[in-house]
T-cell receptor, first 114, second 111 residues
């Protein structure tokens, strides 16, 4: 089945440690995105990539890093510089054809800093 | 991106129609109106989108005001599985593929 997978579903991290969240898609989509969601809030864009080997900062990129070495993969690293990393992280992808196309979301990863 | 305004919450009864409003008075001519919904503990899913004309699909209908300053998402017969947060989002052509989520409307469906 085509879709977006995120792993793990739950992730625990000790304060001061970096952690990498996985996002893989087999939809052959050009564009991929990372969002963060805090309780009771909407999604906020962290980073996005419209093509392999290129990515742009979103609205809250500080303390995060990404790479896009392959079309199907867009891992997100939450660094120790991120002051409040506990949140629900969502990955999405879309065909990059303009503002009419839809985004497809993965199931999300809940990160908890201990 | 232009801002949207939605009620924080709405309630409906099962098998009745639901009309979810969205105001977007600063919409520009190239802004598409998108609706997504998010079920508890899941990622958002696409519902419908439009530019000027009303749109229908298997999930819902989108009614767009003639001046495009507001729109309404219509669920024709609400089910318990429609209980979710519904987001109305404007996407400007010049901003590429970005979606800017507000806080949405929490829809409760009563049995």
């Amino acid at each position: 089945d085509g879709g977006i997978t995120q792993s793990p579903k739950y992730l625990f991290r000790k304060e001061g440690q970096n952690v990498t969240l996985s996002c893989e898609q087999n939809l052959n989509h050009d564009a991929m995105y990372w969002y963060r969601q805090d309780p009771g809030q909407g999604l906020r864009l962290i980073y996005y990539s419209q093509i392999v080997n290129d990515f742009q900062k979103g609205d809250i990129a500080e303390g995060y890093s990404v790479s896009r070495e392959k079309k199907e993969s867009f891992p997100l690293t939450v660094t120790s510089a991120q002051k409040n990393p506990t949140a629900f992280y969502l990955c999405a992808s879309s065909i990059n054809r303009g503002s009419g196309e839809t985004q497809y979301f993965g199931p999300g990863t809940r990160l908890l800093v201990l | 991106d232009a801002k949207t305004t939605q009620p924080n919450s709405m309630e409906s009864n099962e098998e009745e129609p639901v009309h979810l409003p969205c105001n977007h008075s600063t919409i520009s001519g190239t802004d598409y109106i998108h609706w997504y919904r998010q079920l508890p503990s899941q990622g958002p899913e696409y519902v419908i989108h439009g530019l000027t004309s009303n749109v229908n699909n298997r999930m819902a209908s989108l009614a767009i005001a003639e001046d495009r300053k507001s729109s309404t998402l219509i669920l024709h017969r609400a089910t318990l599985r429609d209980a979710a947060v519904y987001y109305c989002i404007l996407r400007r052509e010049t901003s590429g593929s970005r979606l800017t989520f507000g806080e949405g409307t929490q829809l409760t469906v009563n049995p």
